[in-house]
């Protein structure tokens, strides 16, 4: 089946430092991926649609020069936070859909926990 | 914007019973899915829905796309420790993007 790979699992960063957090799909092609945010308790929240080869589109009130999605390939998906601050500590998790294959469903990577410190 | 209603927000059960958990939508959906997750985890896909009215089981799983497509539910049977989670409907409306919409979640506790 369709797996998304995301790294790191954890980090944790000093405030006005950059973060990449990568996510990747292993077993096929993923010309559309999602970058989702989730507080404790709470349900994901979408924060941008990363498209291969063009510029993501970002939910409202989500600050594109503060959250830098990449997405050079049809694998691999970046999120970059810039200038990270203790407020964007949260769990962030991407997730692709394997236009291709017989799954249609949206497959979820294992989610990065980032802490500011 | 699409709204998803998911509930009950929680549910503590004994090991055993059966579990019914359900979304509705104030505009149609294409598609209906149903993930769990699992602490310090992404969503994994338990069922894809994709047509109306559709009925569709994965083990002691069972979901259902609504006729008015505005709805779904998911049945777990004989509920068991491991099915502790947290479970979430998604849904996929007309949008250009492919994006999809999720439910509050329902936080399920089990006790053996």
């Known amino acids: 089946g369709a797996v998304v790979s995301q790294h790191p699992s954890r980090v944790i960063c000093k405030s006005g430092t950059s973060v990449k957090i990568e996510c990747r799909s292993l077993?096929?092609?993923?010309?559309?991926m999602f970058w989702y945010r989730q507080f404790p308790k709470q349900s994901l929240m979408l924060m941008a649609t990363s498209n291969e080869g063009s510029k993501a589109t970002y939910e409202q009130g989500v600050e594109k020069d503060k959250f830098l999605i990449n997405h050079a390939s049809l694998t691999l998906s970046t999120l970059t936070v810039t200038s990270a601050h203790p407020e964007d500590s949260s769990f962030y998790i991407c997730?692709?859909?394997?236009?291709?294959?017989?799954?249609?469903?949206?497959?979820f990577g294992s989610g990065t926990r980032l802490t500011v410190v | 914007g699409q709204q998803l209603n998911q509930s009950p927000q929680s549910m503590f059960i004994q090991e055993g019973e059966d579990v019914s958990m359900n979304c509705t939508s104030s505009?149609?959906?294409?598609?209906w899915l149903w993930y769990k997750q699992d602490p310090g985890e992404g969503p994994v896909l338990l069922i894809a829905?994709?047509?109306?009215?559709e009925l569709t089981s994965n083990g002691r799983l069972t979901a259902q796309f609504g006729i008015t497509r505005k709805d779904s539910f998911l049945n777990i049977s004989a509920s068991i420790p491991s099915d502790v989670g947290i479970y979430f409907c998604?849904?996929?409306?007309?949008?250009?993007?492919?994006?999809?919409?999720f439910g509050g979640g329902t936080r399920l506790m089990v006790k053996p």
């Open positions: 505009s149609i959906f294409n598609t």
């Open positions: 998604a849904g996929q409306g007309n949008n250009a993007g492919n994006m999809l919409t």
């Open positions: 077993d096929f092609q993923a010309t559309t």
């Open positions: 829905l994709y047509k109306a009215g």
């Open positions: 997730s692709a859909r394997d236009m291709l294959g017989m799954n249609y469903g949206y497959t």
